[in-house]
C-alpha cells in the first residue's frame, strides 16, 4: 500500500526567513508527487508536482520542491516566507488512479 | 469556467438519514473523485471514476455509493448517514490518460456534514 508522510505537524517560521516542510513517500513505480495548500475553510489549491525530468520543480507563489528518488523525499521550500504563506500544506502521491495524502502540516508565518 | 462545484456547503443529519452530495466540474475531465478530510489525517480516498459509468472504490469506500452518468456530474450518496461520517468531503477532477489518472486535480470547495 502506498502512503506519504509529513512529520511535522506544524512548521514555525519568522517572515524574510527560509522554510522548509518535509514530505516523504512510499508508492511502488514512479510516483507523480503534488504539494497542496489550503486556506481556512476553503478547497485546496493546486501548488507545484513533480511528474519526471529536473528534480527541482517550481511552483506558484516562489514556492519549489526537490524531489529526492534516494530518500524517497519531496520536501517544500521558499527562501524568503511571508505572513501570507500560513496555511495548511498537504503532500500527495499519485499512483494508478489513487491520490495518497500526507496528514498535512500547518504552516505558521510570524511578522 | 466554473471549475468544480460542491452543493450544499453545510449539512447537519440524524443517524439513518439518507442523502447526496452533488458535484459538478465543467473541465470536460474524465477522471473525477471524492475524498473526505478529517482533522489529522489528511484527505482520504473514498470513490473515483474515469469515466462516465466507470466507478472504482477508493481507501475509505464503505457506507458510500457513488455513480456516473455523464461525464460532469459524480454524486455522492450517503444511504444509512453515521456519526462516523462527519467529515468534510471534497469533489476533485483531473484529465486522465488510457483511464489514468496522469495530471493535476482540481478541487471543489467542500461539503461540511455533520451527523448527529
Known amino acids: 500500500a502506498q502512503s506519504v508522510a509529513q512529520p511535522e505537524d506544524q512548521v514555525n517560521v519568522a517572515e524574510g526567513n527560509p522554510l522548509t516542510v518535509k514530505c516523504t513517500y512510499s508508492?511502488?513505480?514512479?510516483?507523480?508527487l503534488f504539494w497542496y495548500v489550503q486556506y481556512p475553510n476553503r478547497g485546496l489549491q493546486f501548488l507545484l508536482k513533480?511528474?519526471?525530468?529536473?528534480?527541482l520543480v517550481k511552483g506558484s507563489y516562489g514556492f519549489e520542491a526537490e524531489f529526492n528518488k534516494s530518500q524517497t523525499s519531496f520536501h517544500l521550500k521558499k527562501p524568503s516566507a511571508l505572513v501570507s504563506d500560513s496555511a495548511l500544506y498537504f503532500c500527495a502521491a499519485l499512483a494508478g488512479n489513487m491520490l495518497t495524502f500526507g496528514g498535512g502540516t500547518r504552516l505558521m508565518v510570524k511578522p | 469556467n466554473a471549475g468544480v462545484t460542491q452543493t450544499p456547503k453545510f449539512q447537519v443529519l440524524k443517524t439513518g438519514q439518507s442523502m447526496t452530495l452533488q458535484c459538478a466540474q465543467d473541465m470536460n475531465h474524465e477522471y473525477m473523485s471524492w475524498y473526505r478530510q478529517d482533522p489529522g489525517m489528511g484527505l482520504r480516498l473514498i470513490h473515483y471514476s474515469v469515466g462516465a459509468g466507470i466507478t472504482d472504490q477508493g481507501e475509505v469506500p464503505n457506507g458510500y455509493n457513488v455513480s456516473r452518468s455523464t461525464t460532469e456530474d459524480f454524486p455522492l450518496r450517503l444511504l444509512s448517514a453515521a456519526p462516523s461520517q462527519t467529515s468534510v468531503y471534497f469533489c476533485a477532477s483531473s484529465y486522465s490518460t488510457s483511464g489514468l489518472a496522469t495530471d493535476t486535480q482540481y478541487f471543489g470547495p467542500g461539503t461540511r456534514l455533520t451527523v448527529l
Open positions: 508508492v511502488s513505480g514512479n510516483p507523480y
Open positions: 513533480y511528474i519526471t525530468g529536473d528534480n
